[in-house]
């Protein structure tokens, strides 16, 4: 369930925060930083679709060579709506979906399929020697978990809020830093070893665009939620 990520000998690697359709942001902040599409490598902690305007052109993000995703719970609602039908279509139109009806949904639903098969559970890469761990919304206990006991924690790595919403710092044990996204922070915040950098693009219009060094320097840092 973990891809795993060599580290970058020829250029630069960043995170970003859920897109939700925000591909404008996105692009702005990427020419902000002179992201090289050629070297650099962007990764990003999941929701690429729903709510915002370019849903789609953010999901086909997930087929370029310098994109790396992991998915979200918006793409397995949509996952559920389109693929496994009944009930869930309309939870899913309810939480941001409706950009589907500007599709034919049989060509959206290849492409999720698609898309999927590139968006993994989690991720991890190698910065200067760290490791740094990335799942959508909240990892277990250990990392190693992911790997062991993988389908009893998806709901958690998809949905789950229980860290924040206690505010425990408790490390993530087998892993340097774990960034996730999911929960909307005003800044980003970390806990323990734990680093949520969604800033809530598709309502604050703010994308949380930062380089791995930026990153492991709040791995030290004093600053917490």
């Not at 979906?97 to 492409?111: L, T």
């Not at 598709?202 to 840092?221: I, N």
């Amino acid at each position: 369930m973990i891809w795993k990520h060599d580290a970058n000998r020829q250029g630069r690697d960043f995170f970003v925060g859920d897109l939700h359709g925000q591909l404008a942001l996105l692009q702005a902040a990427l020419a902000r930083v002179g992201f090289d599409r050629d070297k650099d490598r962007l990764f990003c902690v999941g929701d690429l679709i729903d709510r915002g305007p370019d849903s789609l052109a953010c999901l086909s993000l997930a087929f370029e060579p310098w994109f790396h995703g992991v998915r979200g719970n918006h793409e397995m609602l949509a996952y559920q709506a389109l693929v496994e039908g009944g009930r869930d279509w309309r939870l899913w139109l309810m939480n941001g979906g409706e950009w589907i009806e500007c599709y034919d949904r049989d060509d959206v639903r290849h492409r999720l399929i698609q898309a999927l098969e590139r968006l993994p559970y989690a991720r991890e890469v190698e910065v200067n020697g760290y490791r740094i761990g990335m799942v959508h919304a909240e990892p277990p206990a250990a990392w190693s978990m992911i790997e062991t006991q993988g389908t009893r924690h998806r709901h958690d790595i998809l949905w789950g809020r229980t860290r924040i919403q206690c505010h425990d710092e408790t490390p993530v044990s087998g892993i340097d830093l774990v960034i996730v996204g999911h929960t909307i922070v005003l800044y980003p915040v970390r806990l323990g070893n734990v680093l949520y950098i969604d800033t809530g693009a598709f309502h604050t219009r703010q994308l949380t665009l930062m380089d791995a060094g930026e990153a492991l320097a709040w791995k030290d840092s004093t600053s917490r939620g």
